[in-house]
């Protein structure tokens, strides 16, 4: 299964894979070459569909846990400043996502959204300290019935050059539905209120929907 959001890149990179292999089919002699670019061409493929992959996911929907909005790993737990929205401090946990990680972002709670604004930004690479308020991102404000108010933040990388945010102020989410995508290497901030037990530690690996963050 594979994301909506990579359906015109797939499509794209199919035809170029085609175009590829007849080229080489019909105007190249010499095998080695031949067989070359046909690998070369198939794997390009291989390496786009493994990138838009949307496996299936059934959350553990619960409003007493908190789960992780994408898979990556834990690179930052610590409290920080928080200036968009909260204004004060916030105790941070960043997920960091490589290019072969799955790249959909998932409702880490159930609630309402009740703030939603996408900032363009520079491409820092994504473990930048600046990351978090320089770079291209979405910040999503949930707020959510046993927790309050949660955030988490998409934030683009040095390759990611479109974040693509289905969250709408207003709107009443599920904990582990499609929240939206981020395109080609990326971090998500979840900013959680202060004293708040967290369930994952640093360098640990992190499955959207299914890792608990926190539970209460």
């Given at each position: 299964m594979f994301h909506k959001e990579g359906a015109k890149i797939i499509f794209i990179?199919?035809?170029?894979?085609?175009?590829?292999?007849?080229?080489?089919?019909?105007?190249?002699?010499?095998?080695?070459?031949?067989s070359a670019i046909i690998i070369l061409a198939i794997a390009l493929l291989f390496l786009v569909?493994?990138?838009?992959?949307?496996?299936?996911?059934?959350?553990?929907?619960?409003?007493?846990?908190?789960?992780?909005?994408?898979?990556?790993?834990?690179?930052?737990?610590?409290?920080?400043?928080?200036?968009?929205?909260f204004k004060e401090k916030r105790l941070m946990v960043s997920i960091f996502m490589s290019p072969i990680n799955v790249?959909?972002?998932?409702?880490?709670?159930?609630?309402?959204?009740?703030?939603?604004?996408?900032?363009?930004?520079?491409?820092?690479?994504?473990?930048?300290?600046?990351?978090?308020?320089?770079?291209?991102?979405?910040?999503?404000?949930?707020?959510?019935?046993?927790?309050?108010?949660?955030?988490?933040?998409?934030?683009?990388?040095?390759l990611a050059r479109r974040i693509v945010n289905y969250a709408e102020e207003g709107m009443r989410v599920v904990q582990g539905k499609d929240a939206g995508f981020i395109k080609f290497g990326s971090r998500v901030d979840i900013y959680l209120p202060l004293g708040t037990e967290v369930n994952v530690k640093l360098g640990e690996k992190a499955i959207g929907a299914k890792t608990i963050i926190s539970k209460k």
């Open positions: 990179t199919l035809i170029i894979v085609v175009g590829l292999i007849f080229i080489s089919d019909a105007f190249i002699s010499t095998n080695w070459i031949k569909l493994q990138f838009f992959r949307n496996p299936k996911r059934v959350a553990d929907n619960s409003d007493n846990h908190i789960l992780a909005p994408v898979d990556g790993k834990v690179v930052v737990i610590e409290e920080v400043y928080e200036p968009e929205y790249h959909v972002t998932r409702y880490p709670v159930n609630g309402v959204v009740k703030y939603s604004k996408y900032h363009p930004g520079k491409y820092l690479v994504a473990w930048h300290p600046k990351a978090s308020e320089e770079n291209e991102r979405t910040t999503i404000v949930i707020n959510n019935r046993i927790y309050g108010e949660i955030m988490y933040r998409q934030i683009a990388g040095a």
